[in-house]
């Protein structure tokens, strides 16, 4: 796909603006008024934090995005993510608010992110690097698992009119993103998979804002079905169509692993998060902030998506397979033997 360099340099511009606007308008939302007891805040309190971690996530796929898979550009991505959510922790700590600071913050990420596509573009030597279909089709599956959390992600009040916008905006921009990855992913640009992916988006983008109508205890139904229609979207898109079309049978499994996988592996993830790696409550800690009261729990969910994303990416970044036409197609005769002709000649021209 010839546009996914600046669709995907677009997509991360998009995402470091989400990200200093989390930064300086959203996180100050989420702070307690004062460190006593009786305030400490509760489950999912810091849901602005996911979200910042959750645009830092989509920056590192859109740059995957924009390199084509290329191992060149996906290993600095990632390296530049985890330097990313360093800086934010201690951005955090800093406390930046009001619009300056976000202007400023959104500069300086957008600055980074150029310099980088800059040096990375430089390597290349003008020669287009060849796509890397797995790698996508991997990064899709992860934005699409990232999506589900950011339509599904809560507060302790749940009347937070921001945390709707910003989940909105941060869904949109992970459903492009999946979608996106998923066509760059595909063996050829025709006309059935440009048209497959814009209805996909279309679908999708309406799933999210149908999940955040609904209210937080009614929203599992919701999610599962966007799940699996946005992953089992990205192997109708990514994988190979043998013989011209798509092995609905194939597709039917990966729907079935969309609809269960992501909450199964997000629900082992969170567990184990909150029984043996208690990393939130260390992120929390690090910036500076009130840590959750003693009877809740300090969930980072947005690192649990990344993880259950990665277990799904195991489960269906197989983009290519057998050609049907080849494995149908019955083996040709082998030729006469030559001397055996020239034999049978010989002995009609001595009958002659």
Same mark, same amino acid.
């Given at each position: 796909?010839?546009s996914?360099?600046?669709? /995907? ?8 603006v ?23 805040p ?9 979200l ?5 996530? %989509?920056?590192v796929?859109?740059l ?14 990632v390296?530049? =993510? ?36 800059a ?29 589900l ?34 066509? %760059? %992913? ?26 955040? %109508? ?18 089992t ?9 043998? =013989? ?21 592996f997000?629900?082992?993830t ?13 992120? *929390?800690?690090?910036? /500076? ?5 003693a ?8 690192l649990?998506?990344?993880?259950? =994303? ?6 269906? &970044? ?7 036409r080849?494995? *149908?197609r019955?083996?040709a005769?082998?030729?006469?033997? /030559?001397g055996? *002709?020239?034999?049978?000649? &010989?002995?009609?021209? /001595?009958? *002659?």
């Amino acid at each position: 796909m010839r546009s996914a360099r600046p669709v /995907g340099l677009l997509l991360c511009t998009a995402a470091v603006v989400l990200w200093a606007f989390g930064v300086t308008v959203l996180q100050p939302l989420t702070e307690p008024l004062g460190p006593w007891s009786e305030r400490l805040p509760g489950n999912n309190a810091y849901w602005a934090r996911d979200l910042r971690f959750l645009a830092i996530m %989509a920056v590192v796929v859109g740059l995957v995005l924009a390199g084509r898979g290329q191992r060149r550009w996906s290993v600095p991505a990632v390296l530049l =993510g985890g330097g990313w959510v360093a800086a934010d922790v201690a951005i955090d700590r800093a406390d930046p608010i009001g619009v300056p600071a976000t202007v400023l913050l959104a500069v300086g990420g957008c600055a980074v992110l150029g310099v980088l596509a800059a040096v990375l573009c430089w390597r290349e030597h003008g020669a287009p690097p060849a796509v890397e279909r797995t790698v996508l089709t991997g990064a899709a599956c992860v934005a699409g698992v990232l999506t589900l959390v950011a339509a599904g992600i809560e507060s302790p009040t749940d009347r937070e009119p921001e945390l709707n916008q910003g989940a909105l905006a941060t869904g949109a921009l992970l459903v492009v993103l999946t979608v996106g990855a998923a066509l %760059a %992913a595909a063996p050829a640009r025709t006309r059935a998979r440009v048209g497959l992916a814009a209805g996909l988006a279309v679908v999708c983008l309406l799933g999210v804002g149908l999940v955040r %109508a609904l209210p937080p205890g009614e929203r599992v139904l919701a999610e599962v079905v966007l799940g699996a229609v946005l992953l089992t979207g990205v192997t109708v898109l990514a994988w190979d169509w043998p =013989g011209g079309r798509p092995v609905w049978r194939h597709h039917a499994l990966a729907a079935l692993a969309a609809s269960l996988g992501p909450f199964a592996f997000l629900l082992v993830t969170a567990v184990s998060m909150m029984v043996m790696v208690p990393i939130g409550a260390q992120f *929390t800690a690090l910036a /500076g902030n009130s840590p959750i009261n003693a009877a809740d729990s300090d969930l980072l969910v947005s690192l649990a998506g990344l993880v259950a =994303g990665l277990g799904m990416a195991v489960l269906l &970044a197989w983009p290519t397979g057998p050609d049907r036409r080849q494995l *149908t197609r019955r083996p040709a005769a082998p030729p006469r033997c /030559g001397g055996g *002709t020239t034999a049978s000649t &010989a002995g009609r021209s /001595g009958r *002659t």
